[in-house]
């Protein structure tokens, strides 16, 4: 199996993918960089992914996540990366990515059938 | 794979309820339809902030002063919500932004219309953040990841906006005449361009079909204006106002109420650039941002400053090390 990890910028689409239209955005030198936002919304809870916006550095991404983010109270705290260095995997080739998980039931406990004696396991 | 192949799957994706996320294989007219959808419905809500943006300082009370200016500075993130989800179809921030300033891009009709008293703010809220909610609350199950996670984020904030103007109507209904007719007046200016709100009537808006089978959207716009009717024709009772239509009627066999001819001319001029306040809307965005220009640069300069002496520190530290 080929497991190719693209680079793609946030949302960015591949351009052979890019359909007919012209979507090339102009270069502007001081449009601020792309950042992605997690919010941990309390103790105990994963960050969590929840939008992007727009920041020269890492500290206003962080001062503009809570604006925009946190304005209920909806957070403890923030992560902010550029979204540039995020990588992900290729949406075309899921199917070969996940496919040696696709037959391996025996890894879910509902496999095995345990006789009613035998509760809670 | 050939194209009607990739079109099929994402047909199929779109038919069982399974969302489309920014790298899948799109149709380039999907694409083109979000991206203005969604540029749009940005380019509204901050444009939205500017008729309130003209009563923070005139606001009657200190109460309602911040309830103003958290309802403004909702706008405002409801706006990067949606422009963030746009930029997720190739479209820049600078590019949208142009457009709108070039005059290129819409945005919702209704802020060309001039808030000329305080019981604007109230009509606003209750009126055309109710008939935005309406349409949003459609959009939370729209076909296209991002824009539909932007929008269960911006209902769940909505949903106040519609209440404090509704609210601060009921305190004018219920006060000296003079402010109950401030109430009856802002209700009359702003029912019907409100109503305008939801687009053309079904047989001719252009957008509509493609759209649907696309689940883009999911209710027609008549749909959502006659729900709107329905919902606003019982509150105005709690008002002991009265809706501007003479043809408002129940209408027991339909089970919703009728109303009157919309005028579609007005909606056509006011989309075309000639309602009250076209040109000072997109004159005061333009100012905005050019005036603002120096501010952006700064930002990037300070920034590339930092990380130069960061970095320079850290060699330094480095070779003190090596040292």
Known sequence: ?121 | MPVQDFEQVFQDKIDGEIKIEPKDWMPDAYRKTNLRQISQHAHSEVVGMLPEGNWVTRAPSLKRKAILLAKIQDEAGHGLYLYSAAETLGMSRDEMIGDLHSGKAKYSSIFNYPALTWADMGAIGWLVDGAAILNQVMLCRTSYGPYARAMVRICKEESFHQRQGFESLLVLSKGTDEQKAMCQDAINRWWWPSLMMFGPKDSESTNSDQSMKWKIKRKSNDELRQQFVDMIAQQIKVLGMKLPDEALQWNEQRGHYDFGAINWDEFWAVVKGNGPCNKQRLEARRKAHEQGAWVREAAMAYAAKTAQKKAAAAMQAGALEMA
Request: net charge negative; proline share 5%; aromatic share 12%.
């Open chain 1, 1 to 121: 199996m080929n497991i190719a990890i693209k680079k793609f910028y946030y949302g960015d689409i591949p351009e052979e993918k890019g359909g007919t239209g012209n979507y090339q955005s102009t270069a502007d030198s001081h449009a601020w960089p792309l950042w992605e936002i997690f919010i941990r919304s309390k103790q105990g809870l994963d960050h969590k992914h929840v939008g992007s916006l727009h920041a020269a550095d890492a500290a206003m991404a962080i001062e503009n996540a809570r604006d925009v983010y946190t304005r209920r109270m909806e957070g403890v705290s923030i992560w902010v990366v550029e979204s540039k260095y995020i990588s992900a995997s290729n949406p075309e080739e899921a199917g070969e990515l996940y496919e040696p998980a696709v037959d391996k039931i025996y890894r879910h406990p509902t496999f095995y059938q345990l006789p009613d004696e035998v509760n809670h396991m």
